[in-house]
Protein backbone atom coordinates (compact mmCIF):
# COMPACT_ATOMS: atom_id res chain seq x y z
CA UNK A 1 0.00 0.00 0.00
CA UNK A 2 2.89 2.43 -0.22
CA UNK A 3 2.99 3.54 3.69
CA UNK A 4 5.97 2.36 4.94
CA UNK A 5 8.09 4.90 6.57
CA UNK A 6 5.19 7.32 6.37
CA UNK A 7 3.51 9.28 9.12
CA UNK A 8 -0.31 8.29 10.08
CA UNK A 9 -2.41 10.57 12.96
CA UNK A 10 -5.63 9.00 13.81
CA UNK A 11 -7.96 10.89 16.17
CA UNK A 12 -9.74 9.24 18.82
CA UNK A 13 -7.68 6.32 18.10
CA UNK A 14 -8.14 4.90 21.05
CA UNK A 15 -10.58 2.78 20.98
CA UNK A 16 -13.36 1.10 19.13
CA UNK A 17 -13.38 1.90 14.86
CA UNK A 18 -10.70 4.47 15.60
CA UNK A 19 -8.51 1.26 17.68
CA UNK A 20 -9.50 -0.84 14.51
CA UNK A 21 -8.11 2.09 11.69
CA UNK A 22 -4.61 2.70 13.80
CA UNK A 23 -4.16 -0.84 14.20
CA UNK A 24 -4.52 -1.39 10.48
CA UNK A 25 -2.47 1.53 9.68
CA UNK A 26 0.60 0.23 11.95
CA UNK A 27 -0.04 -3.51 9.89
CA UNK A 28 0.60 -1.42 6.78
CA UNK A 29 3.90 -0.01 7.78
CA UNK A 30 2.90 3.50 8.53
CA UNK A 31 4.18 5.01 11.86
CA UNK A 32 1.06 5.44 13.84
CA UNK A 33 0.16 8.33 16.34
CA UNK A 34 -3.00 8.62 18.01
CA UNK A 35 -4.34 11.42 20.23
CA UNK A 36 -7.20 11.56 22.47
CA UNK A 37 -8.27 13.23 25.92
CA UNK A 38 -7.96 9.32 27.70
CA UNK A 39 -5.16 6.80 26.66
CA UNK A 40 -6.28 3.54 25.56
CA UNK A 41 -7.28 0.31 28.49
CA UNK A 42 -4.91 -1.19 26.47
CA UNK A 43 -1.92 -0.47 24.59
CA UNK A 44 -2.19 -0.30 21.02
CA UNK A 45 1.06 -2.34 19.53
CA UNK A 46 3.02 -0.20 17.07
CA UNK A 47 1.21 2.82 17.77
CA UNK A 48 2.29 6.51 20.05
CA UNK A 49 -0.54 8.10 22.00
CA UNK A 50 -0.39 11.73 22.90
CA UNK A 51 -3.41 12.95 25.28
CA UNK A 52 -4.98 16.16 22.87
CA UNK A 53 -8.51 17.59 23.95
CA UNK A 54 -9.25 17.74 20.38
CA UNK A 55 -12.25 20.54 20.91
CA UNK A 56 -9.01 22.54 21.96
CA UNK A 57 -7.59 24.54 18.83
CA UNK A 58 -4.52 25.81 20.68
CA UNK A 59 -3.85 22.16 22.14
CA UNK A 60 -4.28 20.49 18.44
CA UNK A 61 -2.24 23.20 16.92
CA UNK A 62 0.52 22.27 19.61
CA UNK A 63 -0.20 18.65 19.06
CA UNK A 64 0.45 18.84 15.04
CA UNK A 65 3.16 21.24 15.53
CA UNK A 66 5.47 18.71 17.29
CA UNK A 67 4.86 16.38 14.81
CA UNK A 68 8.05 16.13 12.30
CA UNK A 69 6.25 15.08 9.55
CA UNK A 70 2.19 14.13 9.07
CA UNK A 71 1.32 11.87 5.57
CA UNK A 72 -2.07 11.01 6.45
CA UNK A 73 -4.79 11.95 8.67
CA UNK A 74 -7.79 10.67 9.74
CA UNK A 75 -10.57 12.11 11.71
CA UNK A 76 -12.46 9.24 12.98
CA UNK A 77 -12.64 11.16 16.54
CA UNK A 78 -16.92 11.97 17.20
CA UNK A 79 -20.18 10.17 18.37
CA UNK A 80 -22.92 10.94 20.29
CA UNK A 81 -25.18 9.42 22.54
CA UNK A 82 -29.09 8.82 21.54
CA UNK A 83 -31.15 11.52 23.11
CA UNK A 84 -34.16 12.97 20.92
CA UNK A 85 -33.82 16.28 19.60
CA UNK A 86 -36.51 17.60 22.20
CA UNK A 87 -34.96 16.31 25.32
CA UNK A 88 -32.13 18.99 24.88
CA UNK A 89 -31.65 22.26 24.24
CA UNK A 90 -30.10 23.92 20.93
CA UNK A 91 -26.88 23.72 23.07
CA UNK A 92 -26.31 20.48 24.10
CA UNK A 93 -27.03 19.81 20.38
CA UNK A 94 -24.52 22.15 19.41
CA UNK A 95 -21.90 20.63 21.13
CA UNK A 96 -22.21 17.30 18.91
CA UNK A 97 -21.78 19.13 16.15
CA UNK A 98 -19.07 20.85 17.20
CA UNK A 99 -17.44 17.24 17.97
CA UNK A 100 -18.20 15.64 14.85
CA UNK A 101 -17.50 18.98 12.92
CA UNK A 102 -15.90 21.36 13.59
CA UNK A 103 -13.11 19.17 15.25
CA UNK A 104 -12.27 17.61 12.34
CA UNK A 105 -11.99 20.92 10.72
CA UNK A 106 -9.87 22.12 13.76
CA UNK A 107 -7.51 18.94 13.11
CA UNK A 108 -7.23 19.16 8.92
CA UNK A 109 -6.13 23.41 9.77
CA UNK A 110 -3.54 22.52 12.14
CA UNK A 111 -2.31 19.42 9.97
CA UNK A 112 -2.59 21.55 6.73
CA UNK A 113 0.98 22.58 5.64
CA UNK A 114 2.87 19.50 6.93
CA UNK A 115 0.31 17.55 4.87
CA UNK A 116 0.79 19.67 1.99
CA UNK A 117 4.55 19.46 1.62
CA UNK A 118 4.28 15.79 2.47
CA UNK A 119 1.25 15.47 -0.71
CA UNK A 120 -0.64 13.59 2.10
CA UNK A 121 -4.23 12.58 2.43
CA UNK A 122 -7.33 13.34 4.80
CA UNK A 123 -9.84 10.50 5.41
CA UNK A 124 -12.78 11.41 7.35
CA UNK A 125 -14.73 9.08 8.80
CA UNK A 126 -17.95 9.39 8.04
CA UNK A 127 -21.48 7.46 8.79
CA UNK A 128 -24.50 6.56 7.49
CA UNK A 129 -25.99 8.72 9.72
CA UNK A 130 -25.47 11.41 7.50
CA UNK A 131 -27.29 10.00 4.17
CA UNK A 132 -30.49 9.68 6.09
CA UNK A 133 -33.13 10.29 8.61
CA UNK A 134 -31.50 9.76 12.03
CA UNK A 135 -33.32 10.05 14.99
CA UNK A 136 -32.62 10.19 18.11
CA UNK A 137 -29.27 11.31 16.68
CA UNK A 138 -30.21 13.88 14.26
CA UNK A 139 -26.85 16.46 15.14
CA UNK A 140 -24.86 13.54 14.46
CA UNK A 141 -26.40 13.06 11.89
CA UNK A 142 -26.60 16.50 10.51
CA UNK A 143 -22.94 16.90 11.39
CA UNK A 144 -22.00 13.75 9.47
CA UNK A 145 -23.52 15.64 6.48
CA UNK A 146 -21.86 18.38 7.09
CA UNK A 147 -18.65 16.65 7.10
CA UNK A 148 -18.94 15.08 3.49
CA UNK A 149 -19.78 18.08 2.08
CA UNK A 150 -16.71 19.67 3.68
CA UNK A 151 -14.37 16.59 2.81
CA UNK A 152 -15.49 17.45 -1.05
CA UNK A 153 -15.19 21.12 -0.81
CA UNK A 154 -11.76 20.41 1.07
CA UNK A 155 -10.49 17.96 -1.56
CA UNK A 156 -11.20 21.25 -4.57
CA UNK A 157 -9.33 23.48 -2.42
CA UNK A 158 -6.43 21.57 -1.15
CA UNK A 159 -5.57 19.76 -4.68
CA UNK A 160 -3.43 18.71 -5.92
CA UNK A 161 -1.13 18.69 -3.29
CA UNK A 162 -3.14 17.26 -0.45
CA UNK A 163 -6.46 14.62 -1.39
CA UNK A 164 -9.46 14.45 1.02
CA UNK A 165 -11.83 11.42 0.86
CA UNK A 166 -14.62 10.30 3.20
CA UNK A 167 -15.44 6.37 4.81
CA UNK A 168 -19.42 6.25 5.03
CA UNK A 169 -19.38 4.28 7.86
CA UNK A 170 -22.40 1.72 8.48
CA UNK A 171 -23.30 -0.37 11.81
CA UNK A 172 -19.90 -1.32 13.29
CA UNK A 173 -19.83 -4.11 15.92
CA UNK A 174 -17.35 -2.46 18.43
CA UNK A 175 -17.02 -3.28 22.76
CA UNK A 176 -19.27 -0.33 23.24
CA UNK A 177 -22.26 -2.17 20.62
CA UNK A 178 -24.33 -3.38 23.65
CA UNK A 179 -25.42 0.37 24.64
CA UNK A 180 -26.89 1.01 20.98
CA UNK A 181 -28.03 -2.34 20.38
CA UNK A 182 -28.67 -4.08 23.35
CA UNK A 183 -28.02 -7.96 24.17
CA UNK A 184 -26.65 -10.53 21.75
CA UNK A 185 -29.87 -11.52 20.67
CA UNK A 186 -30.33 -7.68 20.05
CA UNK A 187 -27.16 -7.27 17.85
CA UNK A 188 -27.63 -10.66 16.19
CA UNK A 189 -31.23 -9.47 15.16
CA UNK A 190 -29.79 -6.09 13.92
CA UNK A 191 -26.95 -8.04 12.09
CA UNK A 192 -29.18 -9.66 10.16
CA UNK A 193 -30.82 -6.64 8.45
CA UNK A 194 -27.52 -6.18 6.83
CA UNK A 195 -27.29 -7.89 3.54
CA UNK A 196 -23.75 -9.05 4.19
CA UNK A 197 -25.51 -11.07 7.54
CA UNK A 198 -23.03 -8.98 9.66
CA UNK A 199 -21.98 -5.48 11.48
CA UNK A 200 -18.70 -4.15 10.06
CA UNK A 201 -15.65 -4.83 12.21
CA UNK A 202 -13.25 -2.00 13.40
CA UNK A 203 -10.54 -3.66 11.15
CA UNK A 204 -12.96 -3.48 7.99
CA UNK A 205 -13.07 0.34 8.43
CA UNK A 206 -9.25 0.10 9.19
CA UNK A 207 -8.46 -1.50 5.50
CA UNK A 208 -10.87 0.79 3.66
CA UNK A 209 -8.83 3.91 4.88
CA UNK A 210 -5.51 2.38 4.35
CA UNK A 211 -6.56 1.91 0.73
CA UNK A 212 -8.01 5.59 0.46
CA UNK A 213 -4.47 6.52 1.92
CA UNK A 214 -2.76 4.66 0.13
CA UNK A 215 -0.37 4.69 -3.46
CA UNK A 216 -3.29 2.37 -4.85
CA UNK A 217 -5.96 5.50 -4.29
CA UNK A 218 -3.78 8.17 -5.69
CA UNK A 219 -6.55 9.09 -8.35
CA UNK A 220 -8.98 9.45 -5.74
CA UNK A 221 -10.21 12.62 -3.94
CA UNK A 222 -13.48 13.90 -3.40
CA UNK A 223 -14.77 11.07 -3.03
CA UNK A 224 -17.07 8.93 -0.54
CA UNK A 225 -16.48 5.28 -0.15
CA UNK A 226 -19.90 3.45 1.43
CA UNK A 227 -18.94 0.87 4.24
CA UNK A 228 -22.15 -0.16 5.17
CA UNK A 229 -22.27 -4.20 4.02
CA UNK A 230 -24.79 -3.33 1.55
CA UNK A 231 -27.36 -1.12 3.17
CA UNK A 232 -30.54 -1.30 4.19
CA UNK A 233 -33.12 -3.55 3.20
CA UNK A 234 -36.08 -1.21 2.01
CA UNK A 235 -39.18 -1.88 4.92
CA UNK A 236 -41.55 -1.96 2.09
CA UNK A 237 -40.70 -4.59 0.63
CA UNK A 238 -41.33 -6.54 3.79
CA UNK A 239 -44.80 -4.57 4.43
CA UNK A 240 -45.63 -5.06 0.60
CA UNK A 241 -48.59 -7.75 0.08
CA UNK A 242 -47.70 -8.21 -3.34
CA UNK A 243 -45.84 -11.86 -3.96
CA UNK A 244 -45.38 -11.78 -0.50
CA UNK A 245 -44.93 -15.95 -1.06
CA UNK A 246 -42.20 -15.23 -4.13
Known sequence: MGLNGKVAVVTGG???????????????????????????????????????????????????????????????AGGAPYRPLDRSGAEWH????????????????????????????????GSVSGTRPSPGTAAYGAAKAGLENLA?????????????NTLVVGMVRTELSALHYGDEDGIEAVSRTVPLGRMATPADVGAAAVFLASDSAAYISGASLL???????????????????A
Open 14 to 76: TRGVGAGVARAFAEAGADVVTCARRPPQEPIEKTEFFPVDLRDPDAVHAFFAQLPRVDVLVNN
Open 94 to 125: ARVVELNLITPLTASLAAYEQLRRAEGSVVMI
Open 152 to 164: RSMAVEWAPEVRV
Open 227 to 245: VHGGGERPAFLDAATANKE
